[in-house]
């Protein structure tokens, strides 16, 4: 099993940065694919990046080029890097291990999640 838990969210300004982490425990970490998903007030739950075992990346189109994801396997933890923040970020972002076989956009297939972090941008 993996247990997770996110942080570094926060409110910022449009435009702004912030970094946020995932620690995870657990011996599988390693070999776990790993993502980061969001979820807006009164939307569904969306993909963001996510991370296989051997550090090829993924995004949604809506982050391509502004949110970068990667992962330090030493010290059990996933970053989701996010730049050039917009309003429509605004978010709670959850991390999720990966252990079954599908697509890494669909949430379907990560059975670990966290408890997710806030993230706010103001215009």
């Known amino acids: 099993q993996v247990q997770l838990v996110e942080s570094g969210g926060g409110l910022v300004q449009a435009g702004a940065s912030l970094r946020l982490s995932c620690a995870a425990s657990?011996?599988?970490?390693?070999?776990?694919?790993m993502g980061w998903f969001r979820q807006a007030p009164g939307k569904e739950r969306e993909f963001a990046a996510a991370?296989?075992?051997?550090?090829?990346?993924f995004y949604a189109d809506s982050v391509k080029g502004r949110f970068t994801i990667s992962r330090d396997n030493a010290k059990n933890t996933v970053y989701l890097q996010m730049n050039s923040l917009k309003p429509e970020d605004a978010a709670v972002y959850y991390c999720?291990?990966?252990?079954?076989?599908?697509?890494?956009?669909?949430?379907?297939?990560?059975?670990?999640w966290g408890q997710g972090t806030q993230v706010t941008v103001s215009s």
């Open positions: 657990g011996r599988t970490f390693g070999v776990a694919h």
């Open positions: 999720a291990a990966k252990d079954r076989i599908g697509t890494y956009s669909s949430g379907s297939f990560y059975s670990y």
């Open positions: 991370i296989s075992r051997s550090s090829n990346t």
